[in-house]
C-alpha cells in the first residue's frame, strides 16, 4: 500500500439527478488508518457519495481525491486502491467461500496461484478455514457477510469502503462484525462506514459526520457530537424530605420531585461541573444516589436532522 496522511479528501461536492438536489456541497476529510462513520436518514445522499468516492458514480462539482488520486481524472488508480461492500453479501452461493475469495483475486490480477494463496490467508483471518469448502449458500448471515468482506480485501486495498454493513444481522452478528472492522484498521486500512445505527458509529468510528439534505451538519469525535447537544442533567436522591428540602434552595436552578425525594439539576457531564454542584450542597445531607444523564448519538441525531423521538428514550443514562 501507499501511505498517504489522508485517505479522502472532499471538497464542495454537488450531485444533482435532474431537479433533485442530492449533495449541495458537501466537504470531508478522513484520515488514513482510522474508521470514518457518515450517519444520515434514509434519502440523505449517504449512498450517493459512496457511489461518487468509489467512482460509481460521476458527480457534477467539486473536488474529490481518494488514496492520493483526484477524481474524476485518476479513476483507474482510485479503484485499484479501493474495495466496496454494499448492504447485502455480494457472494456466489453456488461457489465455496475458497472459491469465492479466489475468484475475485483473480479479477485483480494477482494469478490462480496468488489468489490461492490470499484466499487461505483471508479464511484464517475471518475464522472461515473450517468452512471454506462449503457453498456459500449454507453460511449463516454473519459468516456470509465475513466472507463478504474477506472477499473485497482479496486485492488489499487502501481504503475500505461499508455501506450499511451490518443490515439485517443479528446482534452477535454484528458484533463480530465491529471485530472484523477494528482488525482491518489496526491493520492499516482505512474504513468510511455508512449506518444508520448509532451505537455502531459510537463503537467504531474514530469521527463521524452526520448528513442531512445533501449537506454535513455536523462533524466530530461521538463525545464532540454529544456536545453539541444540550440536556445533561443529574439526579440526586436524598433520605428524607428535610434533606431534599434544604438541597432545593441551596440549589435554586434544579427541579424538585417531591414524592421521588429527588432533585433535577443541569450539568454538562463533566466531573468539574459535578463537582461544582456538590459543593453547593451541605455536606450533612445524605444523597443516596447519584444519577448523570448527558445527550447521546441518538440525541444528536435527531436534533441536527430534525427528526422526532419518543420522551422516553430522549435522554439515557450514561456511564461514563
Known sequence: MTAHTTAIAVTDLHKSFGDQHVLTGVDL???AGTVFALLGSNGAGKTTAVRILSTALPFDSGSVVVA?????????????????????AAIDQLLTGRENI??????????????????????????????????AGT???????????????????????????????DPRSRREMWSVVRELVR??????????????????????AVLDRGRIVAEGTARELEALVPGGHVELHFGSPEDLRRAAGALSDATVDANALALTAPT???????????????ETLTVERVELHTPDLDDVFFALTGSQRSSETTTKAVAR
Open 29 to 31: 476529510e478522513v484520515p
Open 139 to 169: 453460511y449463516s448471515g454473519g459468516m456470509a457477510r465475513r466472507l463478504d468482506i474477506a472477499m473485497s480485501l482479496a486485492g488489499d486495498p487502501e481504503v475500505l469502503f461499508l455501506d450499511e454493513p451490518t443490515t439485517g444481522l
Open 187 to 208: 491493520s492499516g486500512v482505512t474504513v468510511f462506514l455508512t449506518t444508520q445505527y448509532l451505537d455502531e458509529a459510537d463503537e467504531l468510528a474514530d469521527r463521524i
Open 68 to 88: 492520493g488520486h483526484p477524481l474524476p481524472g485518476s479513476a483507474r488508480a482510485v479503484r485499484r486502491a479501493i474495495s466496496v461492500t454494499g448492504q447485502f
Open 268 to 282: 454538562d457531564g463533566s466531573i468539574a461541573s459535578l463537582r461544582a454542584l456538590l459543593d453547593r450542597i451541605d
Open 102 to 135: 479466489t475468484l475475485v483475486g483473480e479479477l485483480n490480477h494477482l494469478g490462480r496461484r496468488s489468489s490461492r494463496k490470499r484466499a487461505d490467508e483471508l479464511l484464517e483471518r475471518f475464522d472461515l478455514t473450517a468452512a471454506a469448502d462449503r457453498r
